[in-house]
C-alpha cells in the first residue's frame, strides 16, 4: 500500500447512520490530517491528529491514531446527506510536504 | 483575505499552448504547495515554494512545468505547450509556517482542460 491509504474507497450509508473510514501508512509520521472534498471544490481541512495523540474530538468527527498499527480512523456520526464527499488522509512521512491518499469517497443517502 | 486565491478557476488550452495558474496564499501565509488532482484520484505533490525560493521540486515534471513565488504577487505555476495528459485540477495550499505542524489551506483550485 501507497503511504496514506483510505479504505474503504467507497462507503455508502443512510443518514443518520455512523460512517467510518481507516487509513494506513507505512512510515513513521509526526502528524496525520484529514480532509474533505466536495465534489468539483477545493479541500477543507477537519483535524490534524499528532503522533503523540490518540483520539480527537471535533463536533460529530472523531479521529484515532494507532501509531503501533500504523493507521488511523475517522469516524462521522449521526450522519448527513451534506456529509456526502470525499475523505483524505494526509501523513507527514516525507519530510516537509504531506502526502494524500487516494481518498474515500462517502454517498450518504437521505 | 478570505482565504487562498486560486485563478482562474477554469482553464482551456489548446495542446501546444501555454498555462499560468496564479495562487495567492492567505495572508501571513508564507509557505504554498502546489498539487495536482486527476479525475477520481487524490492529490499529488508537485512543488513547495516560500518566498523567491523553491524548497522542494521532487514532485515536478522535469520538462515544461516551472513554479515561482517572488517577493510580490502571487505564486504562478506555469506550463509550458501543454498536452491532454495535463488535463487536471491543480490545487495550491498555504500554511503560516513548516506544514508539518500545521494543517495546510487549500485553494478552490484551477481546473484546467487541453483540448
Known amino acids: 500500500s501507497q503511504q496514506g491509504e483510505e479504505d474503504p474507497q467507497a462507503l455508502s450509508i443512510q443518514e443518520g447512520e455512523n460512517a467510518t473510514m481507516n487509513c494506513s501508512y507505512k512510515t513513521s509520521i509526526n502528524n496525520l490530517q484529514w480532509y474533505r472534498q466536495n465534489s468539483g471544490r477545493g479541500l477543507v481541512h477537519l483535524i490534524l491528529?499528532?503522533?503523540?495523540?490518540r483520539e480527537k474530538h471535533s463536533g460529530r468527527l472523531r479521529v484515532t491514531l494507532d501509531t503501533s498499527k500504523k493507521s488511523s480512523s475517522l469516524l462521522i456520526t449521526a450522519s448527513r446527506a451534506a456529509d456526502t464527499a470525499s475523505y483524505f488522509c494526509a501523513t507527514d512521512a516525507e519530510g516537509q510536504n504531506f502526502v494524500f491518499g487516494p481518498g474515500t469517497r462517502l454517498s450518504v443517502l437521505p | 483575505n478570505a482565504g487562498v486565491m486560486q485563478n482562474p478557476r477554469h482553464l482551456v488550452r489548446r495542446r501546444g499552448q501555454e498555462a499560468r495558474l496564479r495562487c495567492s496564499p492567505m495572508k501571513g501565509h508564507s509557505h504554498v504547495y502546489w498539487y495536482r488532482q486527476l479525475p477520481e484520484e487524490g492529490l499529488k505533490f508537485m512543488v513547495y515554494l516560500q518566498k523567491e525560493n523553491i524548497i522542494d521540486e521532487s514532485g515536478m515534471p522535469k520538462e515544461r512545468f516551472s513554479a515561482e513565488f517572488p517577493k510580490e504577487g502571487p505564486s504562478i505555476l506555469r506550463i509550458q505547450q501543454v498536452v491532454r495528459g495535463d488535463s487536471a485540477a491543480y490545487f495550491c495550499a498555504s500554511s503560516p509556517e513548516v506544514s508539518v505542524f500545521y494543517g495546510y489551506t487549500f485553494g478552490s483550485g484551477t481546473r484546467l482542460t487541453v483540448v
Open positions: 491528529i499528532r503522533s503523540n495523540e
